[in-house]
């Protein structure tokens, strides 16, 4: 079964603009939502929806969000084309339009509620199972998972980082679970309370994973869910949470790194377009779609006509001759700029066989994740195996040839950022860093942003809530400056 390559559930955002909030917009479909719910083929059904929801949500705005705002991409500003080019200058809109503002809320939170629903209807659906109660688990457990990744994503976008306030009490996002009436009104919760329903989440996630049949990793599971909560408690700085769950996944070599000479295939090879068996041992999860759009990642990135973004002198100067890493960044020679190839495909694979799908989580990530809490636990020898892991990958060497030399612990760490830095690059994270270190943003020369520095803290680094939800739900507080 290909979940990705239809929608079962279909939502009319038309309703937003008729004074509803985006929190309690109705899924709507062919069948009906009773008919939908009532069996364990129609939660089958609804959750093709959702993965379909979900993986164009981190292929379009929200995906190209976290490097955009970062400071290894520079965007191209001349011409008509202003696609998210607010996102990239920090200047603010309530009501954009071609920028992540509107459409990161409203395309989350619709995914969001056709999730609410599957998992809503497990009481329903629980009482004719027919002996197939692996696949009411399996069903329940991806919902889950789908559901606390994409709390976080939103949580990343209109909330400041988890750690800006020493308890989390700062504004996080509303967390609806099930579909508001139209009659309430969903405030934002605490940052402490989103990160809580995050986990909860997860975890529920792994209980109904850890005994349903395993599936290919284009589908949630338990394995995904313990890697997403690696990276979620490093951005709360839970530590010892990070370095368990981090090496419940690496441990028994199921997600081994790619050789370097493999690197390139593992992010472009044509064959993960059908074959899902096929993708890498590195990938713990991606999202695939079959069909590609003009406001993806692969094309803003990725397309060598048309990109609208690529890495900046400063960030390939990042990365030595020797670095595998440097081949997945192509030189156009019509632009005489050089384009990511980490959304692209092989110049000889076809439009139609274009591998699009995102990387959700990858044991690269592990690594370095458990390095870093290896490094806030003082146990720097084994911050040092990590990143040596990940850096003899890069040079296509063994971890004995790789010597790391540092000469203070506060050295050592920027060793891991800057190796996080360089791995992670042109997947959807570098901006979600820079605030969880609570540094400042400095592009660096040859910047062309209408804002090449931002001093932390600052309200400017988290979007507006749109304005059409304020419009619509009066219990939802507006970000500071950002929202006029």
């Known amino acids: 079964m290909k979940l990705f390559k239809y929608t079962v559930i279909a939502v009319s955002l038309s309703l937003a603009s008729c004074g509803k909030s985006f929190l309690e917009v109705e899924p709507i479909g062919q069948l009906g939502k009773e008919q939908l719910f009532s069996d364990l083929n129609g939660m089958r059904d609804a959750l093709v929806g959702s993965y379909n929801l979900t993986s164009r949500f981190f292929q379009s705005q929200y995906g190209i969000y976290g490097d955009l705002r970062g400071d290894d991409v520079q965007r191209i500003t001349n011409g008509t084309q202003n696609y998210m080019l607010t996102d990239y200058n920090y200047t603010f809109d309530e009501e954009d339009g071609t920028g992540g503002t509107l459409a990161i809320w409203s395309t989350g939170y619709e995914a969001i509620n056709n999730i609410n629903n599957i998992i809503n209807s497990a009481e329903t659906v629980r009482k004719s199972l027919n002996g197939r109660s692996d696949d009411f688990n399996s069903y329940m457990g991806q919902s889950h998972v789908l559901r606390g990744l994409l709390f976080f994503a939103l949580a990343n976008v209109y909330a400041q980082h988890y750690t800006y306030t020493a308890d989390g009490s700062h504004p996080g996002i509303p967390i609806p679970t099930v579909t508001p009436l139209p009659s309430e009104r969903v405030p934002r919760a605490s940052m402490k309370d989103t990160y809580a329903q995050i986990i909860a989440d997860l975890e529920q996630g792994i209980t109904f994973l850890g005994n349903s049949t395993g599936r290919t ?80 990642m692969s094309s803003f990135y990725s397309d060598r006509v048309a990109f609208l973004a690529y890495p900046s002198d400063n960030f390939l100067n990042l990365l030595g001759t020797d670095d595998i890493r440097k081949s997945m960044f192509e030189l156009q020679s019509s632009s005489k700029r050089y384009m990511s190839l980490k959304n692209g495909k092989y110049s000889t694979t076809t439009d139609l066989n274009w591998p699009v799908n995102f990387k959700v989580i ?61 791995e992670l690059a042109f997947e959807g994270q570098r901006i979600y860093d820079i605030m969880r270190y609570k540094e400042s943003l400095d592009r660096g ?24 939800e304020l419009d619509a739900n009066k219990s939802i507080t507006p970000n500071p400056t950002v929202n006029k």
């Open 445 to 468: 020369a040859g910047c062309n942003s209408a804002n090449c520095q931002i001093n932390y803290p600052n309200d400017l680094f988290i979007l507006p809530i749109p304005k059409s």
């Open 217 to 296: 990793k284009i589908y949630a599971s338990a394995d995904a869910a313990r890697a997403l909560l690696s990276r979620i408690y490093l951005y709360m700085g839970r530590y010892e949470d990070v370095i368990n769950y981090s090496s419940v996944v690496l441990t028994d070599g199921k997600y081994k790194l790619v050789n370097a000479e493999d690197y390139k295939n593992m992010f472009i090879s044509d064959s993960q377009f059908s074959d899902f068996n096929s993708i890498n041992s590195e990938v713990i999860w991606q999202l695939n779609l079959t069909i590609r759009s003009s406001n993806f």
């Open 362 to 422: 990858r044991s690269a990530e592990l690594y370095l994740n458990r390095a870093e809490a290896y490094f806030h636990t003082q146990q720097y020898n084994l911050a040092i195996e990590d990143l040596k892991t990940v850096r003899a990958r890069a040079l296509g060497k063994n971890t004995t040839e790789i010597v790391v030399e540092y000469t203070s612990p506060n050295e050592l760490l920027e060793l891991i950022k800057l190796e996080r830095r360089k």
